[in-house]
């Protein structure tokens, strides 16, 4: 009963590295996304899913890219850190439109 | 303009009492869904309502309900009975259009603190 796992929890990057958060889900969800939360700001969308080998961008997709290659799996590279991407990232995933978004746990990725 | 507007940064609510977060939104679009979500300090975003544009009744999902006005296009979410673990950040997001994908904008949030 996983529904939505976040990997890592916790990380610090210096700037201009790269990494990836890791995303994946078991609920056979066909959309997934990413957004991030700043303070004030609530959550804002990065980039999106309809589908295994389908994305879209988001409200602020700059800095980010994305890939689907499975129904599970969403990850979200981060291609050259900066500290403008200091912020809390939620994956999120839901089998319809009208229904609720499942969220992960977050991660809290600090860039120095 | 912002799609989702909640007024109210921080509100205080006496235990055993009722509350009303407001929520605003803004779009063109006849079709779109409405949804509260509640963040507790310890982060994790969990659903309480939803409603849709073209459900008839208002919301409701045990103490919470929605407040739901069209015309003024306005979704307050009232939290009936408020109990010390309601004390959390709530945020009211919008799904606009029933197309592609369920991307939601959200409001900046209402910091609720139950007061015993």
């Known amino acids: 009963n996983a529904g939505v796992t976040q990997t890592p929890k916790f990380q610090v990057l210096k700037t201009g590295q790269s990494m990836t958060l890791q995303c994946a889900q078991d609920m056979n969800h066909e959309y997934m996304s990413w957004y991030r939360q700043d303070p004030g700001m609530g959550l804002r969308l990065i980039h999106y899913s309809v589908g295994a080998g389908i994305t879209d961008q988001g409200e602020v997709p700059n800095g980010y890219n994305v890939s689907r290659s499975t129904t599970e799996d969403f990850p979200l590279r981060l291609l050259s850190a900066a500290p403008s991407q200091t912020s809390v990232y939620f994956c999120?995933?839901?089998?319809?439109?009208?229904?609720?978004?499942?969220f992960g746990s977050g991660t809290q990725l600090s860039v120095l | 303009a912002q799609k989702i507007t909640q007024t109210q940064p921080g509100m205080f609510v006496q235990e055993k009492e009722a509350v009303t977060l407001d929520c605003t939104y803004d779009?063109?679009?006849?079709?779109?869904?409405l949804f509260w979500y509640k963040q507790p300090s310890s982060g994790e975003m969990i659903f309480l309502i939803y409603q849709g544009s073209y459900d008839q009744q208002n919301a409701t999902e045990g103490r919470y309900s929605l407040n739901f006005q069209k015309a003024r296009k306005s979704a307050n979410l009232v939290i009936s009975a408020s109990q010390l673990g309601d004390s959390a950040m709530y945020f009211c997001?919008?799904?606009?259009?029933?197309?592609?994908?369920?991307?939601?904008?959200f409001g900046a949030g209402t910091i609720l603190r139950v007061k015993s």
């Open positions: 997001a919008m799904r606009e259009g029933s197309e592609y994908g369920n991307k939601l904008v």
């Open positions: 999120a995933s839901s089998y319809r439109t009208d229904e609720k978004l499942f």
């Open positions: 779009t063109s679009d006849p079709s779109y869904g």
